[in-house]
C-alpha cells in the first residue's frame, strides 16, 4: 500500500503491445494468451499424471503446487494482475492469507478431534498392552 | 447514472475535449472511473475467495481426519475423464473470455461477440458434464450427508437388518422395524460391497441391534475379490464417513456451479450489450470486470479439480 | 439568524439535498449517499427499538425467578385429585411457554441488535452520510452498489421480521406461518441445538442474516474504493481524518470476515434443510467446527461494531476540546491492528467447547495483544483531552461515557481472554456484561454521540442542548446501574440465557431491570430531542463546532453535490483555523485564512 502517496493507481503503463487505448490498459498479445492457455492444459495433464504415482504423503502438495502454477497464470496473465495495480494484487493476497489464516488455526485444532467416540475408561477397562 | 446536470458547477473536465457519457458525476475522469470499479471488482473477489475458503476449510479438516476415506470416495466414484475435460473446457472458455476482453480493447466488436459465445458455450457444456456427474451419483445413492447411502443413519433400508424376532430390548420395543428394502442386500455397483453391512458410527436407538449378529439375516458377505482394496483398509467407523467426502464434493462443487450459472447470466448480457454495439475500446469496463469474475470460476475450478477428483 | 452568513457566500444558495427533489421515488431510487444514509437511519433506529423492546421485555421476565408473566402456581394440593392435575398440567404449560417466550426474546434481542443495528449502525449510517464528504467527494465510489446494499439490508430485514410477524400470528391468531416462528437458539445459532430441535424461526433468520451480510460486504466494498481512488489532490493517507481510518479497518473486516459468515450460515441452512453432515454430530458433522467458522466471523465482526465508534470518538474528542488530535499515526495505525488481529482471536470463544489445549493456549495468548491497540487509542484520548477547552456538550458527553465504559468493558475482557480465568467465567453474567460494556456502552454510545455531532449537518437544525445533556447523563447511569450488578451476578455463578435463577440473584436482577428501564426513558428522551429539534429547532450554522474536517466546509444541510466549492485538504485537525462567531453562533474561518481556496489546490484537475 502506498501509504504517502496521493493516489494509488500508478501511471498509465507503456502501451508497447496494446494499440491506441484511453485507459493505459494493455491488451494481451495472442502469442502470450496461447502460451499461457498452452501451459494450464499441460499442467492439467500433468497433475493428472502426477495423480498416478505414488509419492506417499507429497501427492497433495505436488497436486497443490500444480494447481497453484495455473492459477497464477490465470491471475497474471488472463486477470490482467501482472500489469495492474499493485493494490489490487494485494487485495487478493490479502484474501489468500486470511484463508490459509483461517484454515491453518482450524486444522490446528483438527489435530485434537476424537476420531470416535470411545467408551470411557471407567466403563471398559481398557486392555493391557 | 445521469449526471451532466450536476457537473456545471465544478472545476473538472476542464482538459476534456468532450463528455464521455459513461463518466459518473463523481469521477474526474473515466481512467478513475476504470480503476475505481477494477479495484472494487478486486476486493470483490477477495471476499469470494474468502467465502469459498470455508469450504476449502471444511475439506481440509475431513480430509485431515478422514484421509483414507477420501482416497477411497475420490477414486471409486468420481470419473477423472469426466473432471479433466471439465477442467479443459473451463480452461478454455477462460481463454476465450481473455480473448474477449483483449477484442474489445483492441475495438474488435465481431471477434468480442465470437469470444463471448465460445465463452458461454464452454459455461453450458461444464454444467452439462457437471448435471451428467451428479446425475450418475445420485444413481449410485451417494449424495451429501443422509442423501448417501453410506450414511447410516436418515435412509432407513441401509441401517442394520430388522432382528428375527422381537427382542427385549425396551428401546426397539418402542421402536417399529425399518422396512426391508431391495436395496439393503444390494452390492454397490461400484465396489461391490454390501452396504447393508455398513454400520453407523454410533446410533443410540438401533444400537443393541447391530451388536447381536444372530438377529441378522442371512446376507451374503462381500467376497474379498469383489472389494475394493481401499475399502477393506477403511475401519468400520470410516467407511460411514464416505458420506462426509460427498457432503464436501457437492457443496464446493454445488457452490461453484452457482457460480457458473450466475456468470452465464452475466456473459449472456455482455453479449446482448455487445451485439447492442455498447462496448468499444473507449468503454469495456462491463467486459472486463465479468471477465474476472469469469476468470476466478476458473480459478476455484483449478483447486478444486485435483483436490476432489485426483486424491492419491 | 436566517440570513446566517456561511463560510463562503456562494452557499446562499437555497437548494440542499433534502429539497434537492421531491417525492417517495426520488428518495426511494435515489443515489445520494447522504440521502441513503438517512435512509438506513431510519431503519437501524426501527431495528433499535424492536430489539430495546425485546430487551426491555426480557429484564421484566427476570424481575423474579418464577415467571411472573406467565404465572403458574395453580394449586395442585387440593382435595380435588382431578383438579390438581389439571393445575399440574396448567403449571407445566405455562412453565413452558414463559420458557419459549423467554428464549425468544433474548435470541430475537441478540440478533436484531448485533445484525441489523450495531454492524450497521455507524458505518451505514454515519460513514455514508459523512464518508465522501469528509473525503470532499460528491459521492462515493459506486452510488448504484451503495442503494442496492441499501435493499439488500431491507431484504434480510424483511426475513427477520418474517419471524416476528410469525410469532404475533401465532400468539394472537393461532395461525402457523412456515419458518415463522421462534427464534431459540440465541445470537449464535450454535449446532447442534439449531440443526436438530430449535425452533423453525432459525432457518429464515439465518437466511435473512446471511442477505444482511452481503449488504455489509458491498458497504465495504464501496468504502475501500472510494477511499482509495477519490481522495482529493492534497489529502494525503495521513491527513485523513481518523474516522476514515476507522472505516477503512472497518471495511477491511468486512470484507475479509462477512464471506465466512455467509459461508457459514450457507452450511447451517444446508445443515438444518438437507441434512448435509458437516456441522451435525448424528450424521458425522463436527459441532466445535461450526464455532470456528461462526467465530472467524464474529470476532472480528465486534471490531465491524467498534472500530466505527472509535473513529467517531476521535472526532468528537478533537474538535469539542478544540485540541488537535494526540498521536494522530497512532491511533490510525491502532485502528489497523485491531482490524489485523482482531482476526488471531476467535479461539477464545471455544475455551470451554472441546478444542484442543494447544489451540485453547495459543488463542489465548493471542488474545492479549488485542489490548495494546485498544489503550493505544485510549491513551491517546486521554492525552488530547489533557487541558483541552472541553465543551459538555451532549456529543462530548457520550464520548466520555465511552472512554470509561469502553475501559471497563475492555478490562473485564481480560478475565474472559485469559484461559484459567475465562473457564469458570463462561456462560455466565459476566460475559454478558463485559459485552454490552463494550456494544452498548461503547458502541452505541459511539452512535449517539456521532449522531449529536453530525445532526446538524444531517438535518439543517439544533436540537436542544440541554435536553441532550440529560438524557446522555441519565443513559450513563441506567447503562451502569443496569449492567454493573450483572458483572457481580457473572462472578458468583449467575449463567447466562436462564430464564429462571436462584432466589438469591434476585436483588441484583430487579436492580438490572431498574437499570433498563432507566435507559429506556434516556432513549426516548434521546429521540423526542431529535425530533423537536428536527420540527422547531432552530436553524443549524455550517459550522456549529467548529471542527477542520472538510464536511463542515459546507452547508448545513449540504447541497446535493456536496460542495459548491470544491474544498481544499489541510489537516484534518487544525482547529485554530476557524474562530466563534456569536452572531451565528457557529464558527467561521479566520480571516487571515481566507476560503475560496486558491484554484491549484483544488481537486485533480484533469490532465
Known amino acids: 500500500m502506498s501509504l504517502t502517496h496521493s493516489n494509488d493507481i500508478p501511471a498509465p503503463v507503456a502501451k508497447d503491445v496494446g494499440p491506441n487505448d484511453p485507459h493505459g490498459v494493455h491488451a494481451v498479445p495472442k502469442r502470450l494468451l496461447m502460451a499461457v492457455y498452452i501451459a494450464l492444459v499441460v499442467c492439467t495433464f500433468l497433475t493428472v499424471g ?56 482450524a486444522l490446528l485444532d483438527a489435530h485434537s478431534y476424537q476420531y470416535e467416540i470411545k467408551p470411557t475408561p471407567m466403563a471398559t477397562p481398557a486392555p493391557q498392552l | 447514472m445521469s449526471s451532466a446536470s450536476t457537473t456545471e458547477t465544478s472545476v473538472h473536465h476542464g482538459g476534456h475535449e468532450h463528455h464521455d457519457p459513461h463518466l459518473a458525476h463523481h469521477f474526474d475522469t473515466p481512467e478513475q472511473q476504470f480503476n475505481s470499479a477494477k479495484l472494487g471488482m478486486w476486493v470483490f473477489l477477495g471476499t469470494e475467495v474468502l ?170 458377505k462381500p467376497s474379498p475379490e469383489n472389494a475394493n482394496e481401499h475399502y477393506r483398509q477403511l475401519s468400520d467407523a470410516a467407511q460411514w464417513r464416505v458420506n462426509t467426502f460427498f457432503s464436501c464434493y457437492f457443496l464446493m462443487t454445488g457452490l461453484h456451479g452457482i457460480h457458473v450459472v450466475v456468470g452465464m447470466g452475466l456473459i449472456t448480457w455482455l453479449l446482448i450489450r455487445s451485439l447492442r454495439n455498447d462496448f468499444s475500446s473507449e468503454y469495456f469496463t462491463p467486459v472486463d470486470l465479468i471477465g474476472l469474475y469469469w476468470h476466478l470460476v476458473d480459478l476455484i475450478w483449478i483447486f478444486l479439480f485435483p483436490l476432489l477428483y485426483l486424491i492419491h | 439568524m436566517s440570513t446566517a452568513q456561511s463560510i463562503s457566500h456562494r452557499e446562499s444558495k437555497p437548494d440542499n439535498y433534502l429539497t434537492h427533489s421531491r417525492g417517495f421515488l426520488s428518495w426511494a431510487l435515489t443515489l445520494d449517499h447522504k440521502r441513503i444514509g438517512l435512509m438506513y437511519l431510519v431503519f437501524v433506529l426501527a431495528a433499535f427499538l424492536f430489539g430495546g423492546t425485546f430487551a426491555e421485555l426480557l429484564r421484566t421476565s427476570l424481575l423474579t425467578p418464577n415467571h411472573w408473566m406467565f404465572p403458574s402456581n395453580y394449586p395442585i394440593h387440593t382435595a380435588d385429585a382431578a383438579l390438581n392435575v389439571a393445575n399440574a398440567t396448567l403449571n407445566a404449560a405455562h412453565d413452558t411457554e414463559a420458557k419459549l417466550f423467554y428464549n425468544n426474546m433474548f435470541s430475537l434481542h441478540g440478533a436484531v441488535m448485533v445484525f441489523m443495528f450495531i454492524i450497521p449502525a455507524v458505518p451505514a449510517v454515519l460513514g455514508n452520510f459523512i464518508l465522501p464528504m469528509m473525503l470532499g467527494a460528491k459521492d462515493v465510489a459506486f452510488p448504484r452498489l451503495n442503494l442496492m446494499s441499501f435493499y439488500i439490508y431491507l431484504i434480510g430485514a424483511c426475513f427477520v421480521s418474517w419471524v416476528l410477524m410469525g410469532g404475533i400470528l401465532r400468539i394472537l391468531f393461532g395461525l402457523h406461518v412456515p419458518f415463522g416462528y421462534g427464534l431459540d437458539t440465541g445470537w449464535t445459532f450454535y449446532t447442534p441445538f439449531s440443526t436438530s430441535k430449535a425452533e423453525d424461526g432459525m432457518v429464515a433468520v439465518v437466511a435473512g442474516v446471511f442477505i444482511l451480510g452481503f449488504s455489509s460486504i458491498l458497504t465495504g466494498v464501496n468504502f475501500i474504493a472510494t477511499i482509495h481512488t477519490l481522495r482529493p489532490r492534497g489529502m494525503t493517507w495521513f491527513r485523513m481524518p481518523l474516522f476514515l481510518w476507522a472505516l477503512y479497518a472497518t471495511s477491511i473486516i468486512q470484507i475479509l470476515a462477512t464471506p465466512v459468515l455467509a459461508i457459514t450460515l450457507l452450511l447451517l441452512l444446508a445443515e438444518r434443510l438437507l441434512h448435509v453432515g458437516i456441522f451435525d454430530s448424528s450424521i458425522g458433522g463436527d459441532p466445535v467446527l461450526f464455532q470456528h467458522f461462526f467465530w472467524f466471523y464474529s470476532h472480528p465482526a465486534v471490531y465491524i461494531m467498534i472500530l466505527p465508534g472509535m473513529g467517531v470518538i476521535s472526532e468528537v474528542i478533537s474538535v469539542h476540546s478544540r485540541k488537535h488530535i494526540f498521536g494522530y499515526n497512532f491511533i490510525a495505525f491502532s485502528s489497523v491492528a485491531l482490524a489485523l488481529l482482531g482476526f488471531l482471536v476467535w479461539g477464545h470463544h471455544l475455551f470451554v467447547a ?160 431498574i437499570g433498563a428501564y432507566i435507559m429506556a426513558i434516556s432513549l426516548i428522551t434521546v429521540a423526542l430531542n431529535w425530533l423537536t429539534g428536527l420540527l422547531w429547532g432552530r436553524k443549524a450554522p455550517a459550522n456549529p463546532w467548529g471542527g477542520n474536517s472538510l464536511e463542515w466546509h459546507t452547508s448545513s444541510p449540504p447541497p446535493h453535490d456536496n460542495f459548491l466549492v470544491p474544498p481544499v485538504a489541510d489537516d484534518p485537525y487544525n482547529l485554530a483555523a476557524w474562530e466563534y462567531d456569536a452572531s451565528i453562533d457557529g464558527w467561521v474561518l479566520r480571516k487571515t485564512d481566507p476560503v475560496p481556496a486558491p484554484p491549484d489546490r483544488t481537486r485533480p484537475v484533469a490532465h
Open chain 1, 50 to 105: 502426477a495423480s498416478k504415482v505414488d509419492m506417499g504423503d507429497a501427492n497433495i502438495w505436488v497436486a497443490l503446487l500444480i494447481a497453484m502454477v495455473k492459477g497464477a497464470l490465470v491471475i497474471m496473465f488472463f486477470m490482467h494482475l501482472w500489469w495492474d495495480s499493485p493494490f489490487n494484487a494485494m487485495a487478493l493476497i490479502t484474501a489468500l492469507f486470511f484463508v490459509a489464516l483461517f484454515i491453518g488455526l
Open chain 2, 51 to 220: 467465502m469459498f475458503g470455508g469450504l476449502f476449510c471444511v475439506y481440509s479438516i475431513y480430509r485431515h481426519n478422514y484421509p483414507l476415506v477420501f482416497k477411497f470416495a475420490s477414486e471409486t466414484y468420481l470419473s477423472t475423464f469426466w473432471g479433466t475435460l471439465n477442467t479443459l473446457i473451463l480452461i478454455t472458455s477462460s481463454l476465450t473470455m481473455a480473448w474477449g476482453v483483449r477484442a474489445v480493447q483492441l475495438n474488435q466488436k465481431k471477434l468480442l461477440v465470437v469470444c463471448l459465445s465460445l465463452t458461454l458455450l464452454g459455461a453450458g457444456g461444464f454444467l452439462v458434464i457437471k448435471g451428467i456427474e451428479w446425475h450418475a451419483k445420485w444413481n449410485e445413492h451417494v449424495w451429501f450427508g443422509v442423501w448417501n447411502k453410506y450414511n447410516g443413519l436418515n435412509d432407513e433400508s441401509f441401517r442394520a437388518p430388522p432382528p428375527a424376532q422381537p427382542t427385549t430390548e425396551p428401546v426397539v420395543a418402542i421402536m417399529p422395524p425399518p422396512p426391508v428394502s431391495i436395496r439393503a442386500t444390494d452390492m454397490d455397483a461400484n465396489t461391490g460391497i454390501d452396504i447393508s453391512q455398513i454400520k453407523p458410527r454410533y446410533d443410540y436407538a438401533f444400537s443393541q441391534t447391530i451388536q447381536a449378529p444372530s438377529v441378522a439375516p442371512s446376507v451374503e
Open chain 3, 354 to 513: 472441546g478444542q484442543s489445549n494447544l489451540a485453547d493456549s495459543i488463542f489465548s495468548l493471542l488474545t492479549f495483544s488485542v489490548a495494546i491497540p485498544s489503550a493505544v487509542k485510549v491513551f491517546n484520548w486521554l492525552a488530547t483531552l489533557y487541558r483541552g477547552s472541553i465543551r459538555f456538550t451532549p456529543a462530548m458527553l457520550y464520548s466520555l461515557g465511552f472512554i470509561l465504559l469502553f475501559t471497563i468493558g475492555g478490562l473485564t475482557g481480560l478475565f474472559l481472554g485469559a484461559l484459567e480465568t475465562d473457564v469458570p467465567l463462561h456462560d455466565t453474567y459476566f460475559v454478558i456484561a463485559h459485552f454490552h460494556y463494550v456494544m452498548v456502552g461503547s458502541m452505541v454510545f459511539a452512535f449517539l454521540s456521532g449522531m449529536y455531532h453530525w445532526y446538524p449537518k444531517m438535518s439543517g437544525k439544533m436540537c436542544n442542548q440541554n435536553w441532550g445533556r440529560f438524557a446522555a447523563i441519565l443513559l450513563f447511569i441506567g447503562f451502569n446501574v443496569t449492567f454493573f450488578p450483572q458483572f457481580i451476578m457473572g462472578a458468583h455463578g449467575m449463567p447466562r440465557r436462564w430464564a429462571t435463577y436462584p432466589a438469591e440473584f434476585q436483588p441484583y436482577h430487579i436492580i438490572s431491570t
